[in-house]
């Protein structure tokens, strides 16, 4: 019998669309049973398609695709409608697509499937519209929830969770490539060493993964005698999982295999068009998510690796003081920016705390950033004092900026740094700084205080320039906070407002009654990072989950004392005294500015605010005095202490001229000579004590205005005292 009678027989029509062309030939059968007159004809593309239903013509270019990408068969069930839209018949059509400059050729036959009599399961029927739905539901969520796994584990996760319409895998394995063998990145729905057999595999094994990874192609097995005919050396490996279909599809990613997905079911699947199609598409979704996964994993653990090679370890035994540090990257990129942090043994038995913000968050801007610790680490080495060393590592960054960058000024570079040479004996506190945010210090009674110190511009701009030393004496109890502007400015705050966030956190920290100092200062700084970004890790740890607008490194060197450690009741019980020095040069009477601030951070929570007033006022005129009569600097020296409510602020401003003041009678037009009258009428007690070097010049005040001290007598022997206008 020939081909064409039994196709009659089977009442099987041939026909070939040439998609190019835009024309289909049919022979009579299948033009009957697409409505048309039973004799062959060929007619148009839109002729035909005006047979099918909408809803099904829309399928047949997916399921074309998914044939030419497996080299298999195109079949697809089709609904054939009449000129009214009322459904004729069912028909099955079976083609073998070709592509040809973009453009699809069928051939193939098409067949009528017979009606589901009354009672028989229709769960295998042709597709339905609702299928159809679901389906694409399906894959909108499983396209979501890959692209929401930042790790590999996170994808397995999904991949294992994803509820397929209609059938589901009860065992799931992804296969990645390790040279010329298999390794297996995970799998779910088997036990923990199940995949031990399948690690290590050769590509050149007879196994249904090994051979997906070899030919890029998709491999159904719908049941255990297609396994064991088609792979009967490695089908043993397999038996004992007792499914009933298996399906292997290709991980593809930007045209390159990287692996291979084994799908399990414990009930027979037919792997339909439509079943094969939603495999296919889960499949390259998880060789996406897979990839993407891998980079994120690489860039991370670089990102780590940097961090930590850049980034050094405290020194945690320092003598009666306890040292913290953070550094917390930028959420995008490398992960990997200017900031750092480094702690410098020094030749003295000093140590050195560095803190520094390179420009910019690239790759550049990490390797600036090594290139000056290294540096700033050989000048700390050789004993130079804490400006030399800055002036030095300034003129290497704009060696860097004029060798490097030449021709591209934007692409120079500078970086702000502050230097503190720590003395640990003593708690002096030697600060160099390089257009950097000034350090705050917190007091043993909880005030929290910037102390302003002088400086220069930052590192890389001017090679000649100079980096004046301001000295802090660090008290026991105190703790110092250094930090780069990510954390201050983060958010959308300024320097002020930044500030004010930070010392709600600096001032409410507590330590734990049975805390030790270093545990109470690795919690203080968890702390500040989550003021800024939620809750926070150590810099070795890796990065946050959050994306940040700025890295951040901070710094916390804590003295004990004998109010470290203590909880708010202890502190009070123990009344400890709050102090600040604070010097004025000669050359910067702008700094007077900044003493006046001091006064009033120091009396923040003073009960009176006029004897706040008061007490800013007369530090003004005592501070500009030694500036106006002497030749040396001001030295001043201001404690609270006592309790709430009766405390005392005792002020010294010394200076190193051993001339005296002595009262004067200004006219009323007189722009000066009112200092001694303003001490007398403000201030609780008042004097001046000679000193070998000098003298000091002093005034008391008193919570409690109703017990006040009888006014000293100052001395009367020396020039004329004059009073300036308060600089600005």
Not at 350 to 372: F, K, S
Not at 640 to 663: N, Y
């Amino acid at each position: 019998m020939r081909t064409k009678e039994l196709l009659a027989v089977l009442a099987t029509g041939l026909w070939r669309w040439d998609n190019a062309s835009g024309r289909v030939t049919l022979d009579a059968e299948a033009a009957r049973l697409l409505g048309l007159p039973a004799a062959p004809v060929e007619v148009t593309e839109a002729a035909v398609r005006s047979r099918f239903h909408p809803v099904d013509f829309a399928e047949i270019n997916g399921v074309v695709q998914l044939a030419v990408s497996e080299g298999t068969l195109a079949e697809a069930r089709l609904r054939i409608v009449d000129e009214r839209g009322e459904v004729l018949r069912t028909v099955r059509s079976r083609s073998r697509p070709r592509i040809v400059d973009g453009d699809f050729e069928l051939v193939g036959t098409l067949q009528e499937v017979p009606e589901p009599q009354p009672g028989t399961s229709a769960a295998r029927t042709p597709v339905t519209g609702d299928w159809r739905r679901s389906r694409e539901a399906f894959l909108l969520d499983a396209g979501r929830a890959l692209a929401e796994a930042r790790s590999t584990a996170e994808v397995l996760r999904v991949a294992a969770g994803l509820s397929m319409p209609g059938f589901m895998p009860d065992a799931l394995a992804v296969f990645g490539i390790q040279g010329d063998r298999l390794s297996v990145i995970g799998h779910h729905g088997q036990l923990p060493d199940d995949e031990l057999p399948f690690s290590e595999m050769m590509l050149e094994t007879d196994y249904p993964a090994a051979e997906v990874v070899r030919t890029g192609r998709a491999i159904y097995l719908p049941t255990p005698e297609d396994y064991q005919r088609r792979y009967p050396i490695t089908w043993p490996l397999a038996a004992p999982f007792d499914h009933r279909s298996w399906a292997y599809l290709p991980l593809v990613n930007a045209g390159r295999t990287i692996g291979a997905w084994k799908a399990g079911f414990a009930q027979p699947v037919a792997f339909t068009p439509d079943e094969r199609s939603v495999l296919t598409t889960v499949a390259r979704m998880l060789a996406q998510a897979l990839a993407r996964a891998g980079v994120q994993e690489s860039q991370h653990e670089l990102a780590v690796g940097l961090q930590r090679s850049m980034m050094p370890t405290v020194q945690p035994d320092i003598p009666g003081m306890a040292v913290a540090a953070r550094y917390v990257p930028t959420g995008g990129g490398l992960e990997v920016g200017g900031d750092w942090y480094d702690m410098i043994p020094l030749p003295s038995g000093r140590i050195a705390l560095v803190i520094g913000d390179v420009q910019g968050h690239d790759v550049r801007a990490a390797g600036l950033m090594g290139q000056l610790r290294i540096a700033l680490r050989a000048y700390a080495s050789e004993g130079h004092h804490p400006d030399a060393v800055l002036s030095r590592a300034s003129r290497f960054l704009a060696g860097i900026n004029e060798t490097e960058f030449r021709g591209h000024g934007e692409d120079q570079r500078f970086a702000t740094c502050l230097y503190v040479e720590v003395d640990p004996a003593t708690g002096l506190l030697d600060v160099a700084r390089a257009g950097h945010p000034d350090p705050a210090i917190r007091m043993a009674d909880g005030t929290v205080m910037l102390r302003p110190t002088s400086g220069g511009l930052p590192l890389g701009i001017d090679p000649d320039g100079d980096y004046p030393t301001t000295r802090i004496v660090l008290e026991p109890g105190e703790t110092m906070l250094v930090c780069t502007d990510g954390l201050i400015e983060t958010g959308g705050h300024d320097l002020e407002t930044g500030w004010g966030r930070l010392r709600d956190v600096f001032e409410g920290h507590r330590a734990g009654t049975d805390e030790g100092v270093a545990a109470s200062l690795e919690r203080l700084a968890d702390g500040l990072v989550q003021a800024v970004h939620g809750p926070s890790s150590h810099h070795t740890t890796g990065p946050l989950v959050d994306r940040r607008e700025d890295d951040i490194a901070l710094l916390l060197l804590s003295r004990e004392g004998a109010s470290c450690g203590l909880d708010a009741g202890d502190r009070l019980a123990q009344r400890p005294g709050r102090r600040t020095v604070f010097s004025v040069a000669q050359a910067e009477p702008e700094r007077i500015a900044a003493a006046r601030r001091q006064m009033r951070d120091v009396l923040h929570d003073w009960r009176d605010p006029d004897q706040v007033d008061s007490a800013v006022l007369l530090v003004s005129e005592i501070v500009t005095n030694v500036l106006m009569h002497t030749d040396g600097d001001a030295l001043l020296v201001a404690e609270v202490s006592g309790e709430h409510g009766t405390r005392r602020l005792r002020v010294d401003v010394a200076d190193g001229s051993d001339e005296l003041p002595h009262r004067r009678r200004p006219g009323e037009l007189a722009s000066s000579g009112r200092g001694l009258v303003l001490m007398e009428l403000l201030a609780g007690a008042w004097g001046v004590d000679p000193r070998g070097d000098g003298k000091s010049t002093w005034f008391e005040l008193y919570e409690d205005a109703g017990t006040l001290a009888e006014p000293s007598d100052p001395v009367s022997s020396g020039p004329e005292e004059s009073v300036a206008e308060p600089a600005a």
